[in-house]
T-cell receptor, first 109, second 112 residues
Framework: GQQVMQIPQYQHVQEGEDFTTYCNSS?????IQWYKQRPGGHPVFLIQ?????EVKKQKRLTFQFGEAKKNSSLHITATQTTDVGTYFC?????????FGGGTRLMVKP | EAGVTQFPSHSVIEKGQTVTLRCDPI?????LYWYRRVMGKEIKFLLH????????ESGMPNNRFLAERTGGTYSTLKVQPAELEDSGVYFC??????????FGPGTRLTVT
């Protein structure tokens, strides 16, 4: 079945540094969603991208969907300790979410 | 508005025992989903209810897992008999449309 690969698996950054996580698929994605899970918490929906080349911003977070709709990225500018958590990408087909493995972000104050 | 709730938050059982997980979706959400994250792996879809009907149960690992949603409100997921590889975090989610799913806090199941 469809697999969404996410890299890196872990990332340690110093507070104030930037952070990027990438999702890749061997086949065309119909859409891409991004979720954040705080330590000990549950996935919380951040955004959905649908169009080829789409870019959306939420404050310090920038989400991109590749031109070929086979990859996506989430970039955080000037990380803060509140950004700590695991970021998941996922494709939704029908009502079923297929998640990437997640990138765990750790921020050193 | 209350979010998705799950009970229990943690469960530790021995191999061969039975465990029942409960999920209460957001009021008015017809769609209810079960997902599971086994240690070190990605979150995987188990099944989807629309009201009381199973819409898609393609992710259920085997017949030791039984999900129900009688009356179209809360749902239960029973594992009988539990095996070691069933350990993980079981998430429930609900939605009104397919666009955005709201996840519950999860139940951490440990099978020893």
């Amino acid at each position: 079945g469809q697999q969404v690969m996410q890299i890196p698996q872990y990332q340690h950054v110093q507070e104030g540094e930037d952070f990027t996580t990438y999702c890749n698929s061997s086949t065309t994605l119909s859409n891409i969603q991004w979720y954040k899970q705080r330590p000990g918490g549950h996935p919380v929906f951040l955004i959905q991208l649908v169009k080829s080349g789409e870019v959306k911003k939420q404050k310090r977070l920038t989400f991109q969907f590749g031109e070929a709709k086979k990859n996506s990225s989430l970039h955080i500018t000037a990380t803060q300790t509140t950004d700590v958590g695991t970021y998941f990408c996922a494709e939704i087909v029908g009502n079923m979410l297929t998640f990437g493995g997640g990138t765990r972000l750790m921020v050193k104050p | 508005e209350a979010g998705v709730t799950q009970f229990p938050s943690h469960s530790v059982i021995e191999k061969g025992q039975t465990v029942t997980l409960r999920c209460d979706p957001i009021s008015g959400h017809d769609n209810l989903y079960w997902y599971r994250r086994v240690m070190g792996k990605e979150i995987k879809f188990l099944l989807h209810f629309v009201k009381e009907s199973k819409q898609d149960e393609s992710g259920m690992p085997n017949n030791r897992f039984l999900a129900e949603r009688t009356g179209g409100t809360y749902s239960t997921l029973k594992v009988q008999p539990a095996e070691l590889e069933d350990s993980g975090v079981y998430f429930c989610a609900s939605s009104q449309s397919s666009y955005e799913q709201y996840f519950g806090p999860g139940t951490r199941l440990t099978v020893t």
